[in-house]
């Protein structure tokens, strides 16, 4: 578990930003790549991040410019920059960032997402990072290479069980090195979910956060991924057509995705999917770290697999 903000060093932040608390701080429900509390201050509540250590201080940069192109458009929280214009401030090894804080009781309903993750693409197709650097989504050539690595260096027969059947899905369902390279990457959120999109009532704006992941990626595999993300694996296959055809109907309304790019939008998902090494959960239990995020792979690769020609003619439809 990620240590919370304490009050000293949640201080020491403020000072960088010429700021002071004047009301106690929350810390909010937090992932694995930050910690995040609000605290007010005379500028208004801020919500006041952390980076995870993983994240060094290329890919921190990476996130702070991306949330500003974005909320420089009304499509994520305002992000406050230091007296010298530093989009994030480091303290002891740590990076943090700070943003106005943004209230919301519920995430956004499924079409309102879908139009606003077309909005922050559109708007993302204009940014140009300034400096190196990284991309978290990446995708092994061959997409089997990384899976092939592990079972190499495996010991354990539940892990060596768990790449194997990766490797099968990658024969039977996944995409080749060739047709991977043929989808053109552009930026992406990197996370794009409900639970990373805020909802303001007045004006609507639907504002996302947690940039930590953006990439230069195939755009499809987001719009998919994003999909997969905000609806249960439960659904019967007539309501999973239907819901998967309002969600891309909705997208498609903002931004177009071309139709050579959204028939390899199932496929590029599963081929993304299996070939992820990060984490890994088999029959006896966790390997790598964040069981749940493993567990809820492996479940949501099964079903969409299940599912793959439904899928497959919705996203081939022919889109007004």
């Known amino acids: 578990m990620t240590a919370a903000i304490g009050a000293e060093e949640l201080s020491a932040c403020l000072r960088q930003y010429g700021l002071q608390a004047c009301g106690s701080a929350r810390p909010l429900p937090s992932g694995h790549v930050g910690v995040t509390t609000v605290v007010p201050t005379d500028q208004g509540s801020l919500a006041v991040k952390r980076f995870g250590r993983r994240f060094d201080t290329v890919r921190t940069l990476l996130a702070a410019q991306a949330h500003q192109h974005a909320a420089l458009d009304g499509l994520a929280p305002q992000l406050r920059q230091t007296p010298n214009g530093q989009l994030t401030t480091e303290i002891n090894g740590a990076t943090y960032m700070l943003t106005e804080y943004i209230h919301t009781a519920r995430p956004p309903g499924l079409t309102d997402f879908a139009a606003a993750l077309a909005a922050l693409h559109a708007r993302l197709d204009s940014f140009r990072p300034g ?57 992406v959120h990197g996370d794009a979910r409900p639970d990373n999109v805020l909802a303001r009532r007045t004006p609507e704006q639907h504002l996302f956060i947690d940039f930590d992941q953006v990439s230069r ?44 790019e ?33 567990r809820t792979r492996h479940q949501q690769l099964i079903w969409i697999i299940q599912h793959r020609d439904l899928l497959r003619t919705v996203a081939e439809e022919v889109w007004p």
């Not at 989504?137 to 790449?163: F, N, Y």
């Not at 998919?224 to 007539?238: F, H, N, Q």
């Open 131 to 187: 400096g190196r650097r990284t991309d978290f989504l990446e995708l092994s050539d061959p997409p089997a290479a990384g899976l092939e690595h592990l079972l190499r260096q495996s010991q354990g027969e539940a892990l060596r069980e768990v790449v194997n059947w990766r490797l099968r899905i990658l024969a039977e369902f996944g995409l080749g090195a060739q047709a991977v390279a043929s989808a053109p990457k552009m930026w």
């Open 217 to 260: 990626f195939p755009r499809p595999y987001e719009v998919m991924r994003a999909y997969v993300a905000s609806v249960s694996p439960e659904l019967p296959a007539p309501l999973l057509g239907s819901t998967f055809r309002s969600y891309l109907s909705a997208y498609q309304a903002v931004t177009s995705i071309p139709a050579a």
């Open 262 to 294: 959204r028939a390899l939008m199932i496929d590029l998902y599963i081929t993304v999917q299996a070939a992820e090494t990060r984490t890994f959960t088999t029959p006896e239990g966790e390997v790598r770290d964040m069981s749940a995020f493993a």
